[in-house]
């Protein structure tokens, strides 16, 4: 993993938006996934390619291209975290557990209680599922659809990694945050792996700060 990577726009002033922290079980979670059993047989949903104009596609196209699947590793380099998902051969620098100007990747100078994360996204072409190999806890940010997103809209959800986190698409999110070191997962997803981003020091002037903690 590199931890060189930085990420477009860094704020001068430091500021915050505090993501509130809650459960994930099936009833929490409505309207942006689900928890999952048997994620080896749990279907991805696949979203058909849009119409243009006003012909429409046809039935039996636009959503062909399948899922794919690989290990998505998260680990903490000091006051950074970075991810890598083999599933689409991309690497990503999450966030950090202080300001960011003053994050050594070397050691960690700061309690690793929070992530502030800079950037989330969604894919308008599949769902996306986690499954926590080693069955260690993890903290996600979800959001639900629409693309006028502001930091108030997220939630911060516990899995505890017993089950499988499904997100449906469309649905804001960024990294399953590990309460400990690192943490590995199983993620299938979509094929064609479409993503629109937000950047909130840019859009918003603030980090979202997720709190790395058991919920309640």
């Known amino acids: 993993m590199d931890v060189r990577m930085k990420p477009p726009f860094l704020l001068e002033e430091f500021s ?16 942006y996934g689900e928890l999952v059993d048997n994620y080896e047989e749990f279907p991805i949903e696949i979203v058909r390619w849009p119409a243009q104009g006003w012909r429409p596609v046809d039935e039996d196209t636009g959503d062909e291209a399948g899922t794919t699947e690989g290990i998505f590793r998260f680990k903490w380099f000091g006051d950074i975290l970075c991810g890598v998902n083999e599933a689409v051969d991309d690497s990503y620098l999450i966030g950090w557990s202080c300001d960011p100007v003053q994050a050594s990747s070397e050691e960690p100078t700061a309690p690793r209680d929070r992530l502030l994360i800079w950037h989330a996204n969604y894919h308008p072409d599949g769902g996306q599922l ?80 997720v709190p790395l903690r058991k919920a309640g």
């Open 16 to 31: 915050i938006h505090e993501i509130p922290l809650i459960q994930a079980t099936d009833e929490s979670l409505t309207g």
């Open 130 to 209: 986690f499954y926590s190999l080693d069955g260690k806890p993890f903290i996600s940010m979800l959001a639900l659809p629409g693309d006028d997103i502001s930091p108030d809209k997220f939630k911060a959800f516990y899995c505890d990694g017993s089950k499988a986190l499904y997100i449906h698409p469309n649905v804001w999110h960024e990294a399953q945050a590990p309460i400990d070191d690192d943490i590995r997962f199983f993620d299938r997803q979509g094929k064609v792996h479409a993503r629109v981003s937000v950047n909130f020091p840019k859009e918003f002037g603030c980090y979202l700060s």
